[in-house]
């Protein structure tokens, strides 16, 4: 019998809760950004109790066989905020620094989120906290597959559909997938999706979340009459988000000037091409030395001078401490929940454009629905027809939230929560209450 040890004998400590001067809570953050919109949409209290609670949550012990033989009994939550207009979408993270609120905050995002661009799902996010970094393949599918039939009562293609999120990629997704087909008896290809494209995946889903922050950063230079041709970028995060929307942004002749990851970051006025900055982090774990480059560290980077600050990492970046010495004049939020309340009152003080990640980074959750309605239909789309769907999708989403931004006189957040918030609020009240 294998000895057990416990997976995280040293919590992590949540990154930065609890300053003495911001709360950085990520759910308490997420339900003051709710509680902003329903104030300007008058919600009746009841009904703003429902909205703001999560509907149902999980958390599992994990046991996971390591490949030094020991056992490890990891921690996995999966939270569903809210499942108004359909089943509950969102992903799973595996981070040392994952926490229930964490999860329970990403979870209600995600709900706010398919609201904004109009899809018919509700919001959910699952978790696991381990250092993915440190475990090897054999192990990451262990505690996948175990993770994943922990949770199987409430998971399903009409209840509950994961999806790749912070250290979860497309082969995660195939573990998910299998492990549920075979305990179902059938492969279920719309259980989850973010899969390969071998597996039901759908072609553009990759890209989906760097190219959804490229669309609504275009809209946003027509607002600001930026021309995106040659704008200075800087990317904060080199994942499947950040990485991606450097490589989408020079392709329209943008010029990333600064890009970092969680060892730190890389600058140079001339501009740094996205592929050798990939190759190089694929060759030594990093972009930071990279050839032609200056170091700087994630803080310099959030300061730069530059036209598009790209947050693409995690929570809390820009916050009270900061979110003045930001220079950039288009802040697109490709990270869920990078910029606190505070903040967002900073960077509208300033004349700074933020595009909300609801609405910023919803390109990734717009092609998971277009990867399910075709894993349902069995019926495949070329890739442009994708593109061309998600730009449709985007684009609509970008001027419905900018036009209530502007008819409520509050900043593109709260313009995208209350009309997010407005949507799902309709959807309960047209239910109604059961029984
Ligand atoms: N994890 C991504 C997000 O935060 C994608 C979710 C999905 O595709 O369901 O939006």
């Avoid at 398919?114 to 440190?134: F, L, Q, S």
């Avoid at 996948?144 to 009409?158: A, Q, V």
């Avoid at 509950?160 to 912070?166: F, G, K, L, S, T």
């Avoid at 988000?241 to 329209?252: D, M, P, S, T, V």
Wanted: proline residues 6%.
């Amino acid at each position: 019998m294998a000895t057990v040890a416990k997976a995280n004998p040293q919590p992590v400590p949540p990154r930065t809760f609890g300053t003495s001067r911001e709360d950085l809570n990520p759910y308490r953050i997420a339900q003051l950004q709710f509680d902003i919109a329903a104030e300007h949409l008058k919600l009746d209290p009841g009904l703003r109790q429902v909205l703001r609670t999560p509907k149902r949550i999980m958390e599992v012990a994990i046991p996971t066989k390591m490949d030094n033989g020991q056992l490890k009994v990891f921690t996995g939550f999966r939270v569903q905020h809210n499942i108004a207009r359909g089943p509950a979408k969102g992903g799973m993270r595996y981070h040392p620094g994952v926490t229930l609120d964490e999860v329970k905050a990403l979870a209600s995002w995600m709900t706010w989120k398919t609201a904004t661009v109009n899809i018919p799902y509700g919001g959910g996010k699952g978790g696991v906290i381990c250092d993915p970094k440190r475990m090897s393949k054999p192990e990451l599918e262990r505690m996948t597959r175990r993770f994943l039939s922990e949770i199987l009562p409430i998971i399903g293609p009409d209840k509950d559909i994961p999806a790749p999120d912070v250290y979860t990629d497309a082969q995660t997704m195939a573990w998910m997938m299998d492990t549920y087909s075979m305990t179902l008896g059938a492969t279920s290809l719309g259980v989850v999706t973010g899969k390969p494209v071998s597996l039901g995946g759908s072609l553009g889903r990759n890209e989906a979340t760097a190219r959804g922050c490229l669309f609504v950063t275009e809209e946003a230079c027509k607002v600001k009459k930026i021309s995106l041709r040659g704008a200075t970028v800087a990317i904060q995060g080199f994942g499947n988000a950040g990485a991606i929307a450097a490589r989408l942004f020079a392709e329209k002749k943008a010029k990333i000037i600064a890009v970092s990851d969680s060892r730190g970051g890389v600058h140079s006025s001339r501009g740094i091409d996205p592929m050798k900055a990939l190759r190089y982090k694929e060759r030594t774990g990093t972009v930071v030395g990279m050839p032609g480059t200056s170091r700087i560290s994630n803080e310099e980077l959030l300061a730069l001078k530059c036209d598009i600050l790209i947050p693409a990492a995690l929570e809390n970046c820009i916050t009270l401490e900061n979110a003045d010495q930001i220079k950039a004049k288009i802040v697109a939020e490709a990270a869920n929940g990078p910029t606190t309340p505070h903040a967002d009152e900073v960077l509208a003080r300033k004349g700074i454009f933020l595009l909300p990640d609801i609405l910023a980074n919803a390109g990734g959750v717009t092609v998971s629905y277009f990867e399910w309605a075709q894993n349902l239909q069995g019926y495949f789309w070329e890739e442009h027809e994708v593109n061309a769907k998600l730009e449709k999708v985007i684009k609509k989403a970008f001027y419905d939230v900018y036009e209530a931004a502007r008819k409520y006189h509050v900043h593109n957040r709260t313009g995208a929560y209350i009309l997010a918030v407005g949507r799902v609020a309709d959807a309960t009240m047209v239910r109604g209450l059961f029984p």
